[in-house]
């Protein structure tokens, strides 16, 4: 379900005037596990550079996550079209 523009005026993403939404930014806290600064050591990363490796991890895991969701929905709103139903279309 895709909030309406009203939605989106009620929730802050759109003023009256505005033509296009604005998501609000992400905020990405990441700490670092035993685990993880073994694996920075094993590899002769820095921390920043492993924290910048897990939050580029985590990023490509939303992309992929969010592509599996459109796909998904996409293909729901195929099979549930009116198209669907009629073999001559």
Do not use: C
Not at 35 to 48: G, I
Not at 74 to 86: G, I
């Amino acid at each position: 379900m895709r909030p309406t523009r009203e939605d989106l005026i009620e929730m802050g993403y759109l003023k009256p005037g505005d033509s296009h939404a604005r998501a609000p930014k992400r905020e990405r806290k990441i700490f670092l596990t035993d685990s993880d600064r073994d694996y920075a050591k094993r590899h002769d990363l820095t921390p920043q550079e492993m924290i910048d490796f897990k939050k580029d991890v985590i990023i490509e895991e939303e992309i992929l996550n969010d592509h599996r969701l459109l796909a998904a929905q996409s293909k729901d709103e195929m099979y549930n079209s009116p198209q669907a139903h009629y073999m001559a279309w």
